[in-house]
């Protein structure tokens, strides 16, 4: 395993220990009773459920035990994000309480703000987990004038985020594929990470075999997000090649001599891959000047490099809008445009909140999503 990844990897186990190191010392004090005391060793077996199922994960062949314990603490990490914003509130109110008017919070009442709020808690995951599995189709249309084109108008289906995995299996890949197949498209693209951390996961639910079955007369096309290089990106290269998937890594194709697609290395490259991702402008430099120009690009960022090159359309994903609130607030500074249509000069970027689901399977202010872009090339007058 690379080192850098192995340094990655270290650093978000580590959040993930201070994290529920902080939740622990908030919960521990309130189960002084002989019952309460039971629930410790619980809570901490299922604090270690997720890093502890994915560790076994890499090194031994996912049996039924080790998606038990990935699924309990896939779900513990929802769980996990409000337990954490529930005893930050608590230490503010604390905080403030000694400052002011406020009431002090006593163990007694401690104790039942937490009993109500993991009750909602859990209503909470619930309808998330429901709302992750509802895709919705989010339909785009634009137009493109252009010198005789070979052909008027393309059907084009992306799908982002989908983390084929533990929870994304092999049912939910062919209902995914049912309803790319049921929008009749001219051409498929797959806009990064469509493996979730494993190449041996993704070939367990077949995901090569379902994807031979989508009808895309012009192709599949595919652009390597953050997880493929976490999964090995020569190899998910090699992969998804066997299921008929073109991964375009800082290249151009042109499309029925109409148009000119650009498939984006990942920022990711420029971490842990071998060689750094290549500017927009040089990948263009061979390229066709009077063609509109399509660009697949998981992270959104640097967008000015794509208005810059006068691209007509540019689609992303990898926000997931945040996947559960609030963290879609977080997301909404980290980028420019985390979720929606954004135009910026004459260039239209969709940023896409994705298919599937990182980490708890669980959608909360969020919908899954299947874009379905309708071109029309209109010939110049």
């Known amino acids: ?52 199922g994915r560790i076994l994960q890499a090194f031994i062949s996912p049996g039924i035990t080790i ?15 409000y337990a954490f914003f529930l005893v930050l509130f608590m230490d503010i109110y604390r905080l403030l ?33 429901l709302n992750a599995r509802k ?32 929870f994304i299996n092999s049912s939910r890949i062919r209902g995914l594929v049912d309803k790319i197949n049921g929008l009749s498209p001219d051409i498929v693209f797959l806009v990064g990470d469509i493996v979730d951390e494993s190449i041996s996961a993704a070939a367990e639910e077949g995901l090569t075999e379902e994807l031979k079955r989508i ?8 652009v390597p997000g953050n997880h493929e290089y976490y999964a090995g990106i020569e190899d998910v290269q090699k992969y998804l090649s066997r299921g008929g998937v073109r991964l375009l890594r800082d290249e151009f194709v042109v499309i029925k001599d109409s148009l000119i697609l650009v498939g984006r290395e990942d920022i990711m490259a420029n971490r842990l891959g071998e060689e750094k991702r290549r500017p927009l402008s040089e990948i263009l430099r061979e390229a066709p000047k009077n063609l509109p120009i399509i660009v697949l690009d998981h992270t959104p960022i640097n967008l000015e490099e794509a208005t810059s090159q006068g691209v ?26 985390s979720w929606g ?27 899954p999503e299947i874009i379905l872009l309708n071109l029309t090339l209109n010939v110049l007058e």
């Open 312 to 337: 007509a359309i540019q689609l992303s994903g990898h926000t997931h809008n945040g996947q559960m609130w609030p963290f879609n607030l977080i997301t909404r500074l980290i980028f420019e445009k």
């Open 97 to 129: 309480s000694s400052f002011s008017f406020l009431p002090l919070l006593g163990t007694t009442l401690q104790a039942q703000i937490w009993k109500v709020s993991i009750c909602l808690i859990i209503v909470l995951i619930s309808f998330g987990s």
């Open 1 to 52: 395993m690379d080192l850098r990844l192995i340094i990655l990897l270290g650093i978000v186990l580590l959040i993930y220990v201070l994290t529920n190191y902080y939740i622990y010392i908030h919960i521990a004090p309130l189960c002084l009773s002989p019952r309460g005391k039971i629930l410790i060793p619980l809570l901490l077996l299922i604090m270690a459920a997720y890093p502890v």
């Open 215 to 222: 009808k895309a007369p012009l192709g599949i096309y595919a």
């Open 341 to 367: 249509l954004l135009q910026k000069e004459n260039t239209l970027f969709y940023v896409s909140c994705g298919y599937g689901t990182w980490g708890p399977p669980v959608r909360i202010g969020s919908t």
């Open 67 to 81: 998606k038990i314990i990935i699924a309990a603490g896939s779900y513990y990490l929802a769980f996990m994000a």
């Open 135 to 166: 895709a919705q189709v989010v339909t785009l249309s634009l137009e493109m004038p252009l010198g005789n084109p070979a052909i008027d108008s393309l059907c084009a289906v992306a799908v982002s985020d989908i983390h084929v995995g533990p």
